[in-house]
């Protein structure tokens, strides 16, 4: 099992900055791919970004360009750099983990809010 602690979600104007963090433990070796995924009001979840254990990355079309994904080397925290923020990248953003043999765990969610 993999328990996911994400932080880092706030308030913030658009077209500011904001970095989301989420932490991995448990079985970390077993992890293949982290991903952010977010869930806006009134909307389905849908997936962000995501960062496999070999560092290949892949973002969505609506942040390419402005949001970051990145790993720490111990591959047990994933950070998501959002730039360029508009109020339209408001939602509760998730911290999934893909495991090897196909299991997903995710973490509880983090608020962003971006005024406009």
């Known amino acids: 099992q993999v328990q996911l602690v994400e932080s880092g979600g706030g308030l913030v104007q658009a077209g500011g900055s904001l970095g989301l963090s989420c932490a991995a433990s448990?079985?970390?070796?077993?992890?293949?791919?982290l991903g952010w995924y977010r869930q806006a009001p009134g909307k389905q979840r849908e997936w962000v970004a995501a960062?496999?254990?070999?560092?290949?990355?892949n973002y969505a079309d609506s942040v390419k360009g402005r949001f970051t994904i990145s790993r720490n080397n111990a591959g047990n925290t994933v950070y998501l750099h959002m730039n360029a923020l508009k109020p339209e990248d408001t939602a509760v953003y998730y911290c999934?983990?893909?495991?090897?043999?196909?299991?997903?765990?995710w973490g509880q969610g983090t608020h962003v809010t971006v005024s406009s």
């Open positions: 999934k983990a893909q495991l090897r043999f196909g299991a997903n765990y």
């Open positions: 448990g079985s970390v070796s077993s992890i293949n791919v």
């Open positions: 960062i496999t254990s070999s560092g290949t990355t």
